[in-house]
C-alpha cells in the first residue's frame, strides 16, 4: 500500500498479530480509502454539525457558573474556598466522566457516549435553575459535569474518524471556534439578562441545545472505523455504503476512483496500549501540554471577570469585558486550524504556545482596561487547543482511541480544571493577579512548545 502524503511520521510498532487482527486491519485500510476519496458535501456538512452542536452545548455549559459567579457569590455570600468549589464542581466530574468515557466508546461505540453526554449536560444545566442554595448549585453542576466530561473527549473522535486528512484540520478548528461562541454567547446572554431576570434564568438558555438529541440520534451513523476495529465490517460496509450514495446523489458526479492507502498504525490497537512502551514517551509528552493549558484555560474561563474586577472594572462591565475576550478565540481557532493544516499539529501548537505565553506574562503588569482587553483577547486568540486535541486523537490507533483522548482530557481537566482552578481564589488572595499571571505565563511559554514538539508528527495522517 502507498500513501500519498509524506508530511506524516509513521507509527511503525511491531506487535504480534493475529490472523483475524490482520484481517480487520486490511479492512479497515480499505474503509479508510473509501472515506478518504470522498468529496466535499452536504454528508461533510452533516458531521461537522454534530461536533459543532456537541461543542456549543459544551461551551454553553461550561461558561454558565463564569457569567454568573459575581452575582452568586454575592446573593449567597459566598467564601473564596466556597466559590471556588462552586466553579470548579462541574470540573471536577467533568474529568470523571472524561476517565470512564474513552474505555466506554472504545468498547460500546462513539455515537452513544455522545447522546448520552448531551442529554445528562443539557437536563441537569436545566434543573439548576431551580438551585437555591450553595449546595443544590453543587449536586446540580456536579451532575452536568459528568455530562461535559462525556462529549469532550469523544466529539474530536468521532469527527477524526469520519473526515479525510486534507480536512480534519480546518473542521477541527471549527469546532474549537464553536467552543469559543458558547463561551462568549454565554457572556454576553448572561451580560443582558442577568441584570434583569437573576442569575437563575441564565440556566435555561442552554436547555435549547436538548432538540440536538434527535438529530444525534436519527441522522448521525456510528463510525464505521469503530465498527471495523470490533468486527463489524458488515454493518460497516453498509454504514461507507449509504455515505457513498448520498455523496454521489447530493454531488451528482460519479466519486473519484479509489485509491489504495497507507493507514497511520499497523495495528487495531486495545484502550491500554496508551501505556505501553511504544506510546507511553508519547502519553506523557501530551499530558504535560494539556495540562499546562488547562490551567490557563479554566483560570480564564472560570475567574476572568473576577479578574477584572480586582482590576477596579465593576462586575457588569468586566462579564462584558470577558465576553470580547472570549470572541477572540473564534478566528484564532479557525486560523489555528489552517496553521496546522499547513505547517503540521506540532508546530501549531508550539507557535500558539510561545504566543500565549507571551500575551499572559503582558497581562500580569497591564492596569488600564483597554489593555487589559487587549492583551485578555491575545490570550483567548491563541488558544491550543484545536492542535492539541488534534494531535491526541491522531496518535493512537482506533481501538485505543477512545481511551487516548478521554484519559489526556481526565488528567488535564483534573490538574488544570480541580487542583489548581479550584486554588486560584486562594492564589489570587495571596499572590495577586501580577504573580500568578507571571507564574502561568512561564509554564506555558517553556511547556507546552516542548511537549508538543516532543511527539511524533500526523499531519495527513489517514487513521
Given at each position: 500500500?502507498?500513501?500519498?502524503?509524506?508530511?506524516?511520521?509513521?507509527?511503525?510498532?511491531?506487535?504480534?498479530?493475529?490472523?483475524?487482527?490482520?484481517?480487520?486491519?486490511?479492512?479497515?485500510?480499505?474503509?479508510?480509502?473509501?472515506?478518504?476519496?470522498?468529496?466535499?458535501?452536504?454528508?461533510?456538512?452533516?458531521?461537522?454539525?454534530?461536533?459543532?452542536?456537541?461543542?456549543?452545548?459544551?461551551?454553553?455549559?461550561?461558561?454558565?457558573?463564569?457569567?454568573?459567579?459575581?452575582?452568586?457569590?454575592?446573593?449567597?455570600?459566598?467564601?473564596?474556598?466556597?466559590?471556588?468549589?462552586?466553579?470548579?464542581?462541574?470540573?471536577?466530574?467533568?474529568?470523571?466522566?472524561?476517565?470512564?468515557?474513552?474505555?466506554?466508546?472504545?468498547?460500546?461505540?462513539?455515537?452513544?457516549?455522545?447522546?448520552?453526554?448531551?442529554?445528562?449536560?443539557?437536563?441537569?444545566?436545566?434543573?439548576?435553575?431551580?438551585?437555591?442554595?450553595?449546595?443544590?448549585?453543587?449536586?446540580?453542576?456536579?451532575?452536568?459535569?459528568?455530562?461535559?466530561?462525556?462529549?469532550?473527549?469523544?466529539?474530536?473522535?468521532?469527527?477524526?474518524?469520519?473526515?479525510?486528512?486534507?480536512?480534519?484540520?480546518?473542521?477541527?478548528?471549527?469546532?474549537?471556534?464553536?467552543?469559543?461562541?458558547?463561551?462568549?454567547?454565554?457572556?454576553?446572554?448572561?451580560?443582558?439578562?442577568?441584570?434583569?431576570?437573576?442569575?437563575?434564568?441564565?440556566?435555561?438558555?442552554?436547555?435549547?441545545?436538548?432538540?440536538?438529541?434527535?438529530?444525534?440520534?436519527?441522522?448521525?451513523?456510528?463510525?464505521?472505523?469503530?465498527?471495523?476495529?470490533?468486527?463489524?465490517?458488515?454493518?460497516?460496509?453498509?454504514?461507507?455504503?449509504?455515505?457513498?450514495?448520498?455523496?454521489?446523489?447530493?454531488?451528482?458526479?460519479?466519486?473519484?476512483?479509489?485509491?489504495?492507502?497507507?493507514?497511520?498504525?499497523?495495528?487495531i490497537g486495545k484502550p491500554g496500549r496508551i501505556f505501553s512502551k511504544e506510546y507511553l514517551r508519547?502519553?506523557?509528552?501530551?499530558?504535560?501540554?494539556?495540562?499546562?493549558?488547562?490551567?490557563?484555560?479554566?483560570?480564564?474561563?472560570?475567574?476572568?471577570?473576577?479578574?477584572?474586577?480586582?482590576?477596579?472594572?465593576?462586575?457588569?462591565?468586566?462579564?462584558?469585558?470577558?465576553?470580547?475576550?472570549?470572541?477572540?478565540?473564534?478566528?484564532?481557532?479557525?486560523?489555528?486550524?489552517?496553521?496546522?493544516?499547513?505547517?503540521?499539529?506540532?508546530?501549531?501548537?508550539?507557535?500558539?504556545?510561545?504566543?500565549?505565553?507571551?500575551?499572559?506574562?503582558?497581562?500580569?503588569?497591564?492596569?488600564?482596561?483597554?489593555?487589559?482587553?487587549?492583551?485578555?483577547?491575545?490570550?483567548?486568540?491563541?488558544?491550543?487547543?484545536?492542535?492539541?486535541?488534534?494531535?491526541?486523537?491522531?496518535?493512537?490507533?482506533?481501538?485505543?482511541?477512545?481511551?487516548?483522548?478521554?484519559?489526556?482530557?481526565?488528567?488535564?481537566?483534573?490538574?488544570?480544571?480541580?487542583?489548581?482552578?479550584?486554588?486560584?481564589?486562594?492564589?489570587?488572595?495571596?499572590?495577586?493577579?501580577?504573580?500568578?499571571?507571571?507564574?502561568?505565563?512561564?509554564?506555558?511559554?517553556?511547556?507546552?512548545?516542548?511537549?508538543?514538539?516532543?511527539?511524533?508528527?500526523?499531519?495527513?495522517?489517514?487513521?
Amino acid at each position: 500500500m502507498v500513501q500519498s502524503a509524506d508530511k506524516v511520521e509513521r507509527f511503525r510498532i511491531v506487535v504480534p498479530q493475529s490472523q483475524a487482527d490482520l484481517d480487520l486491519l486490511r479492512k479497515s485500510a480499505e474503509l479508510s480509502a473509501r472515506l478518504e476519496r470522498l468529496p466535499n458535501s452536504r454528508f461533510n456538512i452533516m458531521i461537522l454539525a454534530v461536533g459543532m452542536i456537541a461543542f456549543l452545548v459544551e461551551g454553553m455549559d461550561t461558561s454558565v457558573v463564569a457569567a454568573i459567579i459575581g452575582p452568586l457569590k454575592m446573593a449567597l455570600k459566598l467564601t473564596p474556598t466556597e466559590t471556588g468549589t462552586l466553579s470548579v464542581a462541574a470540573v471536577l466530574t467533568t474529568v470523571f466522566g472524561a476517565l470512564i468515557v474513552g474505555p466506554l466508546a472504545d468498547l460500546t461505540g462513539r455515537k452513544k457516549m455522545l447522546i448520552a453526554g448531551v442529554l445528562i449536560a443539557e437536563v441537569c444545566t436545566i434543573l439548576t435553575y431551580f438551585a437555591n442554595s450553595f449546595t443544590t448549585f453543587v449536586l446540580f453542576r456536579l451532575l452536568t459535569g459528568l455530562g461535559l466530561g462525556f462529549i469532550f473527549p469523544i466529539t474530536l473522535t468521532y469527527l477524526a474518524e469520519f473526515v479525510g486528512s486534507k480536512n480534519r484540520a480546518y473542521y477541527t478548528g471549527i469546532c474549537n471556534s464553536i467552543l469559543g461562541l458558547g463561551y462568549f454567547l454565554t457572556l454576553l446572554i448572561g451580560y443582558v439578562i442577568v441584570p434583569f431576570y437573576g442569575y437563575h434564568a441564565l440556566f435555561l438558555v442552554p436547555g435549547i441545545l436538548l432538540l440536538f438529541v434527535p438529530y444525534l440520534i436519527l441522522v448521525a451513523p456510528e463510525s464505521p472505523r469503530w465498527l471495523v476495529a470490533h468486527g463489524h465490517t458488515a454493518e460497516a460496509d453498509k454504514v461507507i455504503s449509504n455515505i457513498e450514495a448520498k455523496v454521489a446523489r447530493w454531488t451528482k458526479k460519479p466519486l473519484p476512483a479509489m485509491r489504495e492507502v497507507r493507514i497511520a498504525f499497523d495495528e487495531i490497537g486495545k484502550p491500554g496500549r496508551i501505556f505501553s512502551k511504544e506510546y507511553l514517551r508519547t502519553t506523557i509528552a501530551l499530558w504535560i501540554m494539556f495540562s499546562v493549558t488547562f490551567m490557563m484555560f479554566y483560570t480564564r474561563l472560570l475567574y476572568m471577570p473576577m479578574i477584572l474586577n480586582l482590576h477596579r472594572i465593576n462586575l457588569k462591565h468586566s462579564l462584558l469585558y470577558a465576553a470580547i475576550m472570549n470572541a477572540a478565540a473564534i478566528p484564532g481557532n479557525l486560523l489555528a486550524g489552517a496553521l496546522m493544516h499547513y505547517i503540521g499539529r506540532r508546530w501549531a501548537v508550539a507557535v500558539y504556545g510561545i504566543f500565549t505565553g507571551i500575551f499572559v506574562l503582558a497581562f500580569s503588569f497591564a492596569a488600564a482596561p483597554w489593555l487589559l482587553i487587549l492583551l485578555g483577547s491575545g490570550i483567548f486568540w491563541f488558544d491550543t487547543f484545536s492542535a492539541q486535541k488534534m494531535l491526541i486523537n491522531e496518535s493512537y490507533p482506533t481501538g485505543a482511541r477512545g481511551t487516548g483522548a478521554s484519559a489526556a482530557e481526565f488528567v488535564a481537566r483534573f490538574l488544570g480544571g480541580v487542583v489548581w482552578a479550584g486554588s486560584v481564589p486562594i492564589l489570587l488572595s495571596i499572590l495577586g493577579v501580577h504573580s500568578l499571571f507571571i507564574l502561568m505565563g512561564v509554564a506555558i511559554l517553556f511547556l507546552v512548545p516542548v511537549a508538543g514538539l516532543s511527539v511524533k508528527e500526523t499531519r495527513a495522517a489517514i487513521l
